[in-house]
């Protein structure tokens, strides 16, 4: 069951990437797979804490709200076109483009890199936390590659807390109606 959800969102995602990424297609290097492979085991590793996650909401809203103002933050972090999964190095370059975001990023504690971290564990636990309450097991969930049984357990352990955050601190604009 987890697998087939998995798969549609997969597709849904492909199909989204392939709209957003125009670019011609730039093969995959030996070395570009490699660190790919050791971003997801460190992913893997990270365990998140309540500190970290409130921390993280009040982050990315920040910045969300800075890229509403400011044109260039927009820009500069905006998904960049390209068809290869982008290392953690790469994303938190991003974040660290622009020094208004720099800014925002030590504010709350993080390093533009630990903020890229935190964000893909807190997705990839949140996600797994709604599998999880559908039936899934937390074990099935990890296996998928979904984050680590301790972050996973941390958003069942604090939905409340972490859906009132979502709600004061939006990571992302509600859809257009």
Same mark, same amino acid.
């Given at each position: 069951?987890? %697998?087939?959800? @998995?798969?549609?969102? /997969? &597709?849904?995602? !492909?199909? +989204? ?5 125009? #670019? $011609? =297609? ?18 893997? %590793?990270?365990? @998140?804490?309540?500190? /970290? &996650?409130?921390? !993280?909401? +009040? ?5 969300? #709200? $800075? =890229? ?26 991003? &974040? ?49 590659g979904l984050g680590n049984a301790a972050n996973i357990k941390l958003m069942g ?21």
């Open positions: 069951m987890l %697998a087939r959800r @998995l798969a549609l969102m /997969v &597709v849904v995602g !492909a199909l +989204v990437g392939a709209a957003v990424a125009q #670019d $011609a =297609a730039v093969p995959e290097t030996p070395a570009h797979k490699a660190q790919i492979a050791k971003d997801k085991k460190e992913l893997a %590793a990270y365990t @998140l804490t309540m500190d /970290v &996650v409130r921390r !993280a909401f +009040v982050t990315i809203s920040a910045i969300r #709200d $800075a =890229a509403k103002s400011d044109p260039e933050i927009a820009k500069a972090i905006a998904p960049k076109k390209t068809n290869l999964e982008p290392t953690l190095d790469e994303m938190a370059a991003t &974040v660290g483009t622009l020094p208004q975001v720099v800014a925002i990023v030590k504010a709350h504690g993080f390093t533009p890199r630990e903020l890229t971290v935190a964000e893909i564990a807190l997705m990839e636990a949140s996600m797994a936390a709604m599998f999880v309450e559908q039936g899934e097991t937390v074990e099935a969930a990890v296996n998928e352990a604090n939905k409340a807390e972490i859906t009132e955050l979502a709600k004061k601190y939006p990571m992302m604009d509600p859809p257009s109606q």
